[in-house]
């Protein structure tokens, strides 16, 4: 039986210490039967033109993105009660190729999506929180956020929880959450 590849997406090559943190999530995926796919490997060789460096990672990134069987997506709130942007674009990304290949019936399995968060503290707590750094309260007043009670915003959550899950204990649980439903038979791999 193929061990899948995950692609593990997340705002955490933009910590100070990205390697030794791919290296650990790396280890932890080993250690569970998983081949990770980590984007910090696309993002180590700074030679070449500048202008073009954008482009490369960007690149690479969706090569690891379609040649992996499932996502690892860490939807922690980043700069704000949201997660990354590039990491719901990766997710959006999968969730596409789903729809795709469920749309054209194609015989290529689909991609699951996992995320997680690191609490269980809910979605509208956390934009309560982050309201205190509004400097235009004024602004709040203007938007209307989700009434449905879940962790994060609803397409992130239901396209997890509709094709893979959805974590709310952190990184490890939800690598284990994979490993066990690739042992169960519901993340397939194609033959390699």
């Known amino acids: 039986m ?36 980590h984007p910090m ?31 690892c997506a860490n939807m922690n709130e980043f700069l704000g009660a949201d997660p990354d942007s590039g990491t719901c674009f990766e997710v ?20 699951p999506i ?18 205190g750094n509004l400097k235009d309260a004024s602004m709040w007043r203007q938007w209307r956020f989700s009434t449905v009670d879940m962790s994060i915003n609803l397409m992130m959550e239901m396209a997890m929880s509709s094709s893979g899950a959805f974590v709310t204990t952190g990184f490890e649980d939800c690598i284990a959450s994979i490993a066990a439903d690739w042992r169960a038979g519901k993340v397939l791999v194609p033959a390699r």
């Open 2 to 37: 193929n061990a899948p590849k995950v692609y593990l997406a997340g705002p955490d090559i933009f910590r100070a210490d990205p390697v030794a943190i791919a290296d650990r999530q790396k280890d932890v995926c080993l250690r569970h039967g998983l081949i990770p796919l």
């Open 41 to 71: 490997d696309n993002n180590m060789d700074l030679s070449g033109d500048p202008a073009t460096l954008p482009l490369r990672i960007f690149r690479a990134d969706l090569g690891q993105m379609l040649t992996a069987d499932a996502i």
């Open 92 to 111: 959006g990304f999968f969730a596409g190729i789903n729809a795709a290949l469920g749309t054209l019936q194609a015989a290529q399995p689909r991609k």
């Open 114 to 131: 996992y995320g997680y968060i690191d609490s269980d503290e809910r979605y509208l707590a956390r934009i309560e929180r982050w309201r």
